[in-house]
């Protein structure tokens, strides 16, 4: 049985489990912003600036881009949150939707 990321799974969290398995390069790029506004010294910050970060940067740098739907910054920060609890707060998450 493949461990997930949630107990109970919605579509959308069925979708973002499988964009992020199938595009780890996202992740990557993900954590290592967050980091980079940590070592900054910044406390808070939005999961949705670094995913624009992440378009903005793989089409200036490489001339490509990421199609990453905006619905999955939740989840891109719950994953940050999960795998570096030291950091939980870092990003303010509210509520997802209702489980099914």
């Known amino acids: 049985m493949t461990q997930t990321l949630f107990d109970t799974k919605t ?5 973002f489990e499988r964009f992020d398995s199938e595009n780890p390069k ?25 995913l624009h970060r992440i378009r903005w940067e793989t089409k200036i740098q490489t001339g490509g881009e990421f199609k ?14 999960r795998i570096y609890p030291y950091y939980k707060g870092f990003f303010r998450t509210r509520k997802i939707g209702l489980r099914k």
Do not use: Q
């Open 26 to 50: 996202v992740w990557n790029l993900f954590r290592d912003f967050t980091f980079d506004l940590i070592d900054k010294g910044h406390k808070h910050c939005s999961s949705d600036m670094i």
């Open 11 to 15: 579509r959308l969290e069925a979708d």
């Open 68 to 81: 990453i739907n905006n619905n999955y910054s939740p989840y891109y920060a719950r994953k940050f949150e």
